[in-house]
């Protein structure tokens, strides 16, 4: 049995396979730069997600390193339930590249 982050994990994962997403799931072994769950790519835009049970938060070295990526002029989804799940699938629904550069 999944654990609550396990479960939004999952989640994650199914709606990345759906959009033919390249994700990046590094494994922290605390050697280093500091980095999110998942870093990824989808229509010419660099995204990064940490997954979260719904009653946690962002640690601090999280949030630095999400305020990096923002800097930089990535995006970052902390998601930690269905609705965040939802906006994540719903922003790779508008920077496909099918719909950034269709030609018929």
């Given amino acids: 049995m999944p654990t609550p982050e396990g479960k939004v994990k999952i989640a994650v994962k199914k709606v990345l396979a759906k959009y033919d997403v390249y994700a990046h799931w590094p494994v922290q072994n605390g050697m280093g ?9 989808h229509g010419g ?9 719904p009653d946690k938060k962002l640690t601090p070295r999280q949030g630095k390193t999400r305020e990096e990526i923002i800097r930089a002029g990535g995006v970052v989804f902390v998601i930690c339930d269905d609705n965040g799940v939802t906006g994540l699938e719903v922003w790779l629904s508008m920077t496909s590249p099918r719909s950034l550069y269709k030609c018929e």
């Fill in 45 to 53: 835009h660099y995204f990064a997600i940490e997954t979260k049970a």
């Fill in 33 to 41: 730069a500091p980095c999110l769950d998942c870093h990824g790519c």
